[in-house]
């Protein structure tokens, strides 16, 4: 069964709102999280680290104010797109390292109309 | 479903070896194919990827061909080194992003 589990799998929402997306590790403990973006008709890219206790460590290019990341627990990582727009539409996916190897959501369309 | 298989690690060879890491697929349609690599403790790095069939994608001594008739993505390099040692997954997924599906990892160390 699913070991990191990514939610919402689908939200539509009007331009100017904010959406939390959480990824949570069920069968264990992750110091360490992953987000990614798929850009449209490219492949995925790495957004930022999101590290418990700490500060996320964004890439170059990703916004810091516009995807807040928030790893308040060991097992609870959200990002939260904040006054979504339409060019912020993609795919973004979640993954953990526990249990000896990396884990994938299952990943969250983001529609912004 | 689509489903992404990829072989089992962990995966150890010495210095100057080949390297081959079996990766198939299940797809309806025609989906775009990627090798992503993982260094300790980083999050994913694309590696190559392949967008239709007989493509072949390529990267850092790094190959892989999108086989339709076999369904298959398998990666290769003729001469690993060292600093390859690192988690390789396999993927799937359309380019406008509707899915993506990933193979449980490969692990590779290369000894010196």
């Known amino acids: 069964g699913a070991v990191v589990s990514q939610h919402p799998s689908r939200v539509i929402c009007k331009s100017g709102t904010s959406v939390k997306i959480e990824c949570r590790s069920l069968?264990?403990?992750?110091?360490?999280m992953f987000w990614y973006r798929q850009f449209p008709k490219q492949s995925l890219m790495l957004m930022a680290t999101?590290?418990?206790?700490?500060?996320?460590?964004?890439e170059q290019g990703v916004e810091k104010d516009k995807f807040l990341i928030n790893h308040a627990s060991l097992t609870l990582s959200t990002l939260t797109v904040t006054s979504a727009h339409p060019e912020d539409s993609s795919f973004y996916i979640c993954?953990?390292?526990?249990?000896?190897?990396?884990?994938f959501g299952d990943g969250t369309r983001l529609s912004i109309l | 479903g689509d489903s992404v298989t990829q072989m089992e690690g962990p995966v150890t060879l010495s210095e100057e070896a080949f390297l081959t890491i079996n990766c198939t697929y299940t797809?309806?349609?025609?989906?775009?194919l990627f090798w992503y690599v993982q260094y300790p403790g980083e999050g994913l790095q694309l590696l190559l990827k392949?967008?239709?069939?007989?493509d072949k994608g390529s990267n850092k001594g790094f190959e892989a061909t999108y086989r339709k008739e076999t369904t298959s993505f398998h990666l290769e390099k003729g001469s690993v080194q060292v600093s390859d040692s690192a988690v390789y997954f396999c993927?799937?997924?359309?380019?406008?992003?509707?899915?993506?599906?990933f193979g449980t990892g490969t692990s590779l160390t290369v000894i010196p």
């Open positions: 993954s953990a390292i526990g249990l000896g190897s990396t884990h």
């Open positions: 069968d264990f403990q992750a110091t360490t």
């Open positions: 999101s590290n418990e206790g700490s500060k996320a460590t964004y």
């Open positions: 797809a309806t349609g025609y989906p775009s």
């Open positions: 392949a967008t239709k069939a007989d």
């Open positions: 993927a799937l997924s359309d380019l406008d992003g509707n899915q993506f599906y």
